[in-house]
């Protein structure tokens, strides 16, 4: 019985593992794939993250406008 129940263990281990490493590697084409097709689009655009900041603390207005300026000068 308990020689059964390992045997049949080890025949679903062989057959699922092959299964999941295709998958797994279909899945690692695909986000290698969409790296090149989608060159160039993961910008970081601060002034699309950019808020009213006035709602905010007198010295973490300082920060983020400091920050901020040190960011526009890395461009």
Do not use: K, W
């Amino acid at each position: 019985m308990i020689l059964a129940l390992l045997a049949s263990a080890v025949a679903v281990a062989c057959f699922f593992a092959p299964v999941l490493l295709v998958v797994i590697g279909v899945l690692l084409l695909l986000l290698v794939f969409a790296r090149f097709v989608y060159r160039r689009r993961d910008r970081y655009i601060p002034n699309l993250y950019s808020r009213d900041i006035a709602v905010y603390e007198d010295d973490y207005q300082a920060f983020v406008r400091r920050t901020m300026s040190d960011l526009r000068q890395c461009r």
